[in-house]
């Protein structure tokens, strides 16, 4: 593409030049939220609950947001965990008035809010961007489908290396040591993610880090052997 | 809407009139297919397999298809089971050359295939269909969220009735007993729906029988009393 643009949402090929004549997603919505004053939330500090009414969508400049599933009993699952320059609660732009889940910042915070007519209407003067947010729409539900796959079909210490192999892909961040995950992660914000128990979770991080295949301190993971952990990704 | 048109996703709800201006994905795809011969396939045949390079969108003229995810180890999850006017494949249109789900095909069926480039070709033209696009990926995703809250949150007899719930919005004919699923479906296919074990799932089925809220005979499930069963789904 021209002018190395970069794309919102990884894995996204144009395939259809003449849908793709435009700049990004990611670029069009930096220039839409110039004018906009990002809200300012605090680690632990609630977005939108499931059952919200809710009719925006929200655009992450800086910080991580995290989108779960609580059920009645109060047990959660996390879904994913968004960063900078990522949307959440599209569902709007489709005529969802009530928020499924729940979102909630992992840190401190700063994002816009945009009307989902607003939004609507922002596309619809640049159409070329459809193409791009279908894949969105499409990321996320593969996303989801792997996270399905992987509870009906992966043990434990399966699931949380290849939850791992995500996080970095996602949040890494190179250093001296490995790649470290960019935030700081709860042993029970994993067991969420991989919709396991905390004691699960934590026995099988530490076999990991036994193995040296990571390092973890005060809620900061290292993944130091990648390659290893892939092994255990899929056995 | 004008002209009492019907709308391919359960759901959409159309929000930007300005969007919304022409005809329905349905009717359109319809139109695009009257040149085309659809392809037909017989019980049990399958229509792509995961890891399939497949650049094609299909459109169901008339039959029942499965969507699963096969594991290494033959393991069987089925994600959605789609019908007359439904779409799948709809991933090749954001660049995933590859198939990650096996398509099968659960009674004879006729169905069309859409090149890719062909069906971006055709949305291009028709730009007030994008957004009931982005709602059917977004349908997509809710889906497989609920799938993926029952497998980590519910029991299987409750699996079990939301399922046979969604079967009957889905699939649902009304006769005289209640309302019949309008397709054949064995136990291990109702237990590759709800990541159960098929004896579990003959049990749980045989209990929703003995309580009056179901019949079965022949691979044919009729829900007789839906109230129940709604009752069953959130426990």
């Keep these: 593409m021209q002018n190395g643009q970069t794309y919102l949402w990884k894995g996204f090929r144009p395939m259809n030049e003449r849908l793709r004549k435009g700049t990004s997603l990611k670029d069009e919505l930096n220039n839409l939220c110039e004018s906009l004053t990002p809200k300012r939330y605090t680690k632990g500090e609630i977005i939108y609950q499931a059952g919200d009414l809710d009719d925006s969508v929200y655009f992450i400049k800086t910080g991580k947001v995290k989108l779960a599933y609580l059920d009645e009993s ?12 990522e949307i959440l609660g599209e569902m709007s732009l489709v005529g969802e008035k009530r928020r499924e889940l729940m979102a909630q910042a992992l840190q401190e915070s700063r994002i816009y809010s945009i009307n989902s007519a607003r939004f609507l209407n922002f596309l619809e003067e640049r159409p070329w961007l459809t193409l791009e947010l279908i894949a969105l729409f499409g990321q996320r539900t593969r996303e989801i489908e792997h996270k399905l796959e992987d509870l009906v079909f992966k043990d434990i210490p399966t699931r949380l290396s290849r939850q791992l192999l995500r996080l970095i892909s996602e949040h890494g961040e190179e250093t001296a040591e490995g790649t470290e995950i960019d935030f ?3 042993h029970k914000e994993l067991a969420d993610l991989i919709g396991s128990a905390r004691e699960n979770t934590t026995s099988a991080l530490n076999r990991l880090a036994r193995e040296g295949i990571l390092d ?14 892939k092994e255990k990704s899929s056995p």
Excluded: C, Q, S
């Excluded at 109060?74 to 320059?85: F, P, Q, V």
């Design 184 to 186: 700081k992660i709860t």
């Design 216 to 229: 973890k301190h005060r809620y900061r993971i290292i993944v130091k052997d990648a390659e290893r952990l």
């Design 74 to 85: 109060g047990r959660k699952l996390t879904l994913n965990i968004l960063g900078e320059g």
